[in-house]
């Protein structure tokens, strides 16, 4: 009877050991991963009750993203997360693997279609976040547009990872920044401006880098797009104040 009640306890005691394991991964783990070059930073505030994982993550271009359908099955955890990029709603899937020592989760994560996909490992709370760039000032640059050199100005202000602030030299002057965000080194917004009688999206995407920022930016459905590289506090390129003299 004696050994009955033995295996009857070794049983119950394997039944609670997951959910035992899965209690101690609630908290804050932090990581960063590669994004065209620059890195990210994220970080997971992470509940467990049972079986089931809640929270948040903050890093992405939509912070803090809510964590849905998550689960905790022995050492892996899955859930994913809504996040907007240029204008468009992406669902990131994340799958995480626990280390054997349970201080640290190897996540690979990516969108559903396979478009896109990355790898993070992340530690309970020692990963220092990496500081968000200040794009605060008067950036100016000038782009090609038909063969000819085309200034504009950006006034920003950041709060955080935060940016608004407008567009100067396009047809609609100035040009209200809507959605301006800083996510590692990358700062991203769109404004809207007519042309011929129509209105277009233009999606802008700079990576920041010392005094410049260098963009890509073209309409929303990529019938047009070019670059341009702005830098702080400076004069337009030399040859649009060339054209001015003419």
């Known amino acids: 009877m004696r050994s009955i009640w033995r295996i009857a306890g070794l049983f119950a005691f394997l039944a609670v050991l997951p959910c035992a ?4 991964l609630g908290g804050t783990w932090k990581g960063a991963f590669d994004f065209q070059g620059s890195s990210v930073p994220l ?7 049972g079986a089931a994982l809640t929270g948040t993550v903050e890093g992405l271009p939509t912070s803090p993203a809510e964590i849905h359908d998550g689960k905790v099955d ?5 859930f994913w997360v ?4 240029q204008g468009q709603t992406y669902k990131l899937a994340y799958k995480g693997k626990v280390s054997a020592a349970g201080d640290e989760i190897a996540f690979t994560f990516g969108t559903e279609d396979g478009s896109f996909s990355a790898q993070l490992t992340a530690e309970r709370g020692t990963a220092p976040a990496a500081p ?25 202000s950041s709060a955080g990872a935060t940016v608004t602030g407008t567009v100067e030299g396009l047809p609609t002057n100035p040009a209200e920044i809507h959605e301006g965000k800083v996510v590692g080194q990358t700062l991203t917004f769109w404004v809207e401006t ?6 277009y999206r233009l999606i802008y995407t700079g990576k920041i880098a010392d005094a410049q920022i260098v963009f890509s930016f073209g309409t929303d459905d990529g019938s047009w797009s070019t670059t341009l590289t702005a830098t702080k506090g400076a004069g337009v390129a030399a040859h649009a104040s060339e054209q001015e003299k003419q």
Not at 21 to 24: E, K, L, N, S, Y
Not at 43 to 49: A, E, I, K, P, S
Not at 135 to 149: E, P
């Open 132 to 156: 968000i760039p200040d794009v605060t000032g008067t950036w100016k640059g000038a782009f090609d547009f038909q063969g000819t050199s085309m200034p504009l100005t950006f006034h920003l």
């Open 194 to 199: 007519d042309y011929q009688g129509q209105t």
């Open 43 to 49: 970080t997971f505030h992470l509940t467990v009750t």
């Open 82 to 85: 809504n996040t907007d990029y």
């Open 21 to 24: 394991r899965a209690a101690d």
């Open 74 to 78: 022995g050492d892996t955890i899955s």
